[in-house]
């Protein structure tokens, strides 16, 4: 696969030089010098990195040899030039180095994913399967197993899993405890503990445990923002499964909330005396625009088919014309845009991205979606919402959850090769 996301500039302020330990200029040097290679359009040279960041040629190549050293960067055919001398060889992120594993336990379905340094998709399985009437512990038990393949995988070609992260449909805490999350059954659910002893899930890298346990809506869209295209800063990027969630990106930084629990968006009443839900409320948007709820509506109900499947059903049966799965997809895009509606009037996001099985549907969705924005968002007159399909689709969770592991070395190379040593 083609790289799944652009590495974005890193903001850093840097200290005057003589209030700098020496540990801590190179810790800044490596970075900055990395962050110019990830960043950079075509493979610089030595000297294009010393004319891009001020340093000089000798600490420039000294921090190159250190990043080669660690597999990190590699050099790159030099690129065929007019006139004299010998053309410089450029620099590249490693296709050889560390890489992140990303994993997803969602309700009817376990995926694996690794991705190196420069985003490239290097391994992807998913397992179909009804994680409901398992226990977690059984549950997970199964991903690591997808674990276990991808690292051999990943071995395979020559990456070193740097870590993992584990996308779930729920409130997760710092620790990794998953507090709640109603589709799953689970609460209070301490998904480290019941991992521990399976690498590549358990050593701890540069100070980070090796697994990273989050929010699958926060990790879409995470992937959605590094996804390689262009785009604004701010989203909010709506996950739509049997649950829905959201990732709500502020200036390209993820918002999180107090507490690390922002964009429940699936369980904002729609209606508040509507239909039950299983968190415990009435009326939620999951009951009305969920997968379960259209699939209903649209005549399928009982046809047990996983997210990308029955996305894949209800998009037939859409282009045939079929006029139930069309006014199920109609009322499932009305409640959507109220909901949404009120998301942009709280935050002022000019953005909207449908992910997971609404990227399919995305073509009836969006103005039923739209319709309600218009009516609803007091701006929308002079300032147009954007409402649009996301780049990963179904894969973003897992492929966010990857990328996250590894801009976390692109971060801080400095941790990764004081790991090597």
Known sequence: ??????????????????????????????????????????????????ARTGLTRATVSAVVEDLIAGRLVSEADPTPRNGAGRPARGLVLAGDGPAGLGLEANVDYLAACVVDLAGRVRHHTVLRADLRPLAPADALARLVGLAAAARADAADQGLTLAGAALAVPGLVDDAGLVR??????????????????HPPLTERVDGVPALVVDNEANLAALGELHAGVAGPASFLHISGEVGIGAGIMLDGTLFRGARGWSGEIGHIPVQPDGRPCRCGGRGCLEQYAGQEAVLLAAGLAGAD???????????????AGDRATLDALAEAGTALGVTVAGVVNLLDLDTVVLGGGYAPLAPWLRPPVLAEVSRRVLTAAWSPVTVRPAVLGSEAAVVGAAGSVVRRILARPAGWLAHRR
């Not at 652009?6 to 010098?33: F, I, K, M």
């Not at 999350?181 to 991992?195: C, S």
């Open 1 to 50: 696969m083609a790289a799944m996301w652009q590495c974005q500039g890193v903001s850093r302020t840097v200290a005057p030089a003589g209030a700098v330990r020496q540990g801590s200029l190179r810790e800044l040097n490596l970075a900055l010098v990395l962050d110019r290679i990830a960043a950079a359009a075509r493979p610089p040279s030595r000297a294009d990195l010393a």
């Open 305 to 319: 088919l996983p997210a990308d499947t029955a996305a894949a059903r209800l998009t037939e049966l859409a282009e």
């Open 180 to 197: 709640l999350a109603p589709n799953l059954g689970w609460r209070d659910v301490d998904v480290p503990a019941l991992l521990a002893g």
